[in-house]
């Protein structure tokens, strides 16, 4: 063995005999096992008769575990006629099934009703309400049956799929509705684990996707929304779960009723005039405010006198940006808005103007639609008629197509033959020099009305010349008509380049024409044409006469309500609507955890028209702990607390009167050394001998090793108090008992120096002086049979 094991077994040996050799320090250690096993059992005796008197009190008030079924609350003045009632009820319904009239409580008389066992089925507890409806004293039923568990915060679509597939798991007896929670019946209490965290694994395959809508923006038919979106779900995110379960739309009729009168609602709210108000300047109003207008009154409302039955009433339902207010009529017609002119109303009190109203009806414009539809349909066979004889003349042109084609090909080569016609003969003419004899011809022409001109002066003197001058005037005109002949040839010459230069022109024209003719699709446009002829055809089997017969009908059959019937109806509508448990702020949709809100809100969004919807994703269920099981854990945490508030008052008891006299000698010894300390020295030293003091190490070592003892032995415990904590709080009570030492326990310094110097040692002087006059405590009576100087 090394020389350190060695040591260390010495000091353990020496250790060892100091405590268990006839020494104070013994006597310190039984102190404290006897300190710890009284304590112990004063804090478990306290904490064990107070919870067993509040069991006692909580069995006599609701009965043993599982003694009770049912718990049936009425008012205290009719609880005579609430337990007859409920005697009657067991009697026909649940034969041999006991009734007990428990406590009264802040004016409720509570009635407990143990149930026989052939009756704890799921089609009696779901029926409870029912069957106990009809008690007098404003009665409620409760389930008292265990071993229970109970789900809250499933939504009401929900909880029929889930009652079913919880009844499915081994272990539940049944599952039913219990009020606007699910409730659980086990088998057996040993069960309750397993069946506790298969539910658990249940609830965590789903997830409830809430769509909470604003004030103002709520949708009018929330149900049939809600069907849309989850439809949705299933086709463009393929969920395979999605299902609307706001409301149990399966198994409650008056879900479908609530659907209906909301699509009527919509249906009035649209055939309403919609008054529009451009409010004044400095004017603000808020929805919900009323607005009156002259009507049919004689006069315009006056400010500060009373709104006239004759007036138009506008409530507020729409506050729009730009200061305009859009409102339904609940009093008069919009066909008496011819003035105007709008007054606040507050209390039925005509207030200032606010501004100008304009309106729209839908009814009107209805029936108009309808009477222009209607002269529309019986135009409709004529239109057919036409159309049809169009498209057979369309077909017969198309028919000559080929022909007329051929026909243009043919007319562009006569037109190319007479523009080589022309080309051959304009080339003839141009390589005639017509200019050159008409030069000449022109001064002959000259020549002989010279001669003509001398000859008629002879002819005057010799008569015989006249035949001669006629012959030479007769030249010179032919000669004259030689010349125009010759100036109209140059002029044909020049007009057949032009006319040639044009036939060129419409012959390239011309075969791109016929090139494009001859790439249209004839047979296709046959086809379309027959195709239409046939459609066209088709409208002569459409009953026309029926038709315009229903249409007419229908612009008969508008609405013709007044605007203040349709708003009043609305309201009226609103008000059994808002009595129903219909969901009209938010939309739940049961679906799988692997749908995320991000994917679902483009869906909602597109459906509601705005993004003002938020999305929240919850669980399905919270499982709730039986409330028996419940009290009787706070009755645990209120023993444990008890036990620890014992264990504490014990431990500075235990301290004060036993301890403390060691720890004033302790003191006394350690200021007999004096030691001293200047500066900031002596301010550290004060400090640390607050903590390093030997008698208070002492009593926070003594304090601690009480205290835990006691809370383990006791099982004492104090809520959100670490068990870390406890030894810290014995230290601490140690140090306060260590501070005071000397003012609760003093010590006769004279009787302690007298003991020395009869040369006592220091067990005899503790156990012969101190001890006796110490405080009265456990330590003297176990240090009486120490004692030598009686």
Known sequence: MSVTGTETVKTVKRIGQRLFTDTFNRDIIVLLVVSIVIGSLLSS????????????????????????????????????????????????????????????????????????????????????????????????????TEPRLTIRGVPEGARNKLIEQIGGIPGVNFAFHDGSSVGVILSSLEQSAAVNEQIKALLQQYQVIEISFPVGSEPDNPIRLGETIAAEMKEKLQATEAENVSVDGKNDNMTYTVSTMMELKRFLKAYASEVTIAVNEGTRLLQGDM??????????????????????????????????????????????????????????????????????????????????????????????????????????????????????????????????????????????DTKGIRTQVDNSSQALSRISTGLQVVQLINPEVKDTVNAIDGAQQNLTGLSETLGALETVSDQAKQVQGLINTITVSGQDSIANLRSFDVQGAKQNLAGASEQLDKLNHINVPLVTAQLQYMAQAVPALKDEEIGRSVKLLDNFIDGQVIPGERIQILTSRNIGTEAVAPLVEAQVGHSNASLYSSDLGVIEPDTRGQVYKVLNEVRAILAGLMAMIATLVFLALDHTAVMAVMRRKRLAVKTTHSGWRGVVYRVMITFTAVERRYGMAVGAVMLTAMFILADGGIPYLPWLGVPVIGALLGLIAAGYAEKINPVSTEEVMAGEAMGLSFDEIMREIVVPGGRPGLMQKLNRRKIKFK
Do not use: C
């Open 45 to 144: 005796t306290l904490s064990l008769s107070a919870n067993a008197y509040f069991s006692k009190t909580l069995s006599s008030m609701v009965g043993d575990y599982g003694e009770y079924d049912l718990i049936i609350q009425a008012r205290e003045e009719m609880k005579q006629d609430t337990a007859t009632q409920i005697q009657n009820i067991i009697a026909d319904v649940f034969p041999g099934a006991t009734l007990k009239e428990g406590p009264t409580i802040t004016g409720k008389t509570n009635f407990f009703i143990a149930l026989p066992p052939e009756y704890r089925t799921k089609e009696v507890y779901d029926n409870l309400g029912k069957t106990f409806g009809g008690i007098p004293g404003g009665a409620g039923v409760g389930v008292m």
């Open 291 to 432: 607005v009156a207008f002259q009507g049919t009154a004689q006069t315009p409302p006056a400010t500060g006198g009373p709104v006239d039955p004759a007036n138009v009433l506008v409530e507020v339902t729409e506050v729009e940006t730009g200061g305009t207010v859009k409102g339904m009529i609940v009093q008069g017609d919009a066909s008496a808005l011819l003035n105007p002119e709008g007054y606040k109303v507050s209390n039925s009190i005509v207030g200032n103007a606010v501004g100008k109203a304009s309106y729209r009806n839908p009814r009107q414009e209805l029936g108009q639609a309808l009477n222009e539809t209607t002269k529309l349909v019986e135009q409709v066979p004529e239109f057919a008629e036409n159309s049809r004889n169009l498209a057979q003349i369309s077909l017969r042109a198309l028919d000559n197509y080929d022909n007329s084609v051929d026909a243009m090909e043919k007319t562009l080569d006569s037109l190319q033959s007479a523009g080589g016609t022309i080309q051959t003969v304009t080339g003839n003419l141009a390589g005639l």
